[in-house]
């Protein structure tokens, strides 16, 4: 395989490895010990770390989908 293709899909592999994720088990525990206080920038975060995620994991699919072009030009 080309080193083009290789490199293609190790960047589709970090952003999906990269995109940001919640800790829910923390926000869980702080939730509990502010009585339920920090509910509402879990919320957020959450909210936040989707929407992040979602243009990672898009942007990992169009570098797979150019990985796939270089195998189908011949860059094997």
Known sequence: MSNHYQAT??????LRADAPKTNHILHL?????????????WIIVGLSNQHRAHY????AKQHEARALRILEEGGL
């Open 9 to 14: 899909m190790l960047r589709a592999d970090r």
């Open 56 to 59: 990672a994991i898009k942007e």
């Open 29 to 41: 525990i702080l939730t509990l010990i502010t009585a339920g206080l920090w509910v509402f920038v």
